[in-house]
């Protein structure tokens, strides 16, 4: 397992953890309601960082969160290039 791995692992469990702290202090409140869906959007990121350490094939393996904004938008990665260190 390496840092990466780690720390996806970590920012999982303390989000699902959090998560349900927040959702179980009150469940009818909306606020609660809202926090528990960006913890669990966090949560989503933080396990899929972890399975994306784990994964077999190295192109597979995203480099930055830049990548994935290019494939969403579909932009041409020489464009983007200049601009990654701000992305980050």
């Known amino acids: 397992m390496n840092a990466l ?23 009818t409140r909306k606020l609660n309601k809202l926090w528990f869906f960006f913890y669990s959007f966090c949560w989503y ?6 399975m994306d350490c784990f994964r077999t094939n190295p192109l597979a393996i995203p480099p930055s969160v830049a990548y994935y904004l290019c494939l969403w938008c579909s932009l041409d990665t020489d464009l983007v290039l200049p601009f990654r260190f701000f992305l980050l």
């Open 5 to 27: 791995a780690l720390a996806g692992l970590l920012t999982g469990l303390s989000s699902f953890s959090m998560g349900m702290f927040v959702l179980c202090k009150d469940k």
């Open 45 to 50: 990121l933080g396990f899929r960082g972890l």
